[in-house]
């Protein structure tokens, strides 16, 4: 079991910047991917991007390339997501989550934080 808790969120104006962090404890090691996720008012969950925890791959959604980084730092067992240019439609609620390599990297994840909320103002 992996337990996750985000942090970073806030109020930021439109082409501004912020890290997201979240902290893992439990079993997640190697095998593992390190997401995160948002879900905007009135809006399914999405994904946005991933890491596997070996930090040797990256994804992204199409909104978030260029914009967004994903990084893990294993010492701090803390995965980031370093959002830049931010947009009033980046506005929700970030999630952190994580599941094994089995299948799909945006789909399937097992372990889920709390959320972060993020808002971007115009």
């Known amino acids: 079991q992996v337990q996750l808790v985000e942090s970073g969120g806030g109020l930021v104006q439109a082409g501004g910047s912020l890290r997201l962090s979240c902290a893992v404890s439990?079993?997640?090691?190697?095998?593992?991917?390190m997401g995160w996720f948002r879900q905007a008012p009135g809006r399914e969950r999405e994904f946005v991007s991933t890491?596997?925890?070996?930090?040797?791959?990256?994804y992204y959604t199409d909104s978030a390339r260029g914009r967004f980084i994903i990084s893990r730092d294993s010492a701090k067992n803390t995965v980031y997501l370093e959002m830049n240019s931010l947009k009033p439609e980046d506005t929700a609620i970030y999630y952190c989550?994580?599941?094994?390599?089995?299948?799909?990297?945006?789909?399937?994840?097992?372990?889920w934080g709390q959320g972060t909320r993020v808002t971007v103002s115009s």
């Open positions: 890491i596997t925890w070996s930090g040797g791959l990256t």
């Open positions: 439990g079993r997640a090691n190697h095998n593992y991917y």
């Open positions: 989550a994580s599941k094994n390599l089995t299948g799909g990297y945006s789909y399937g994840y097992t372990s």
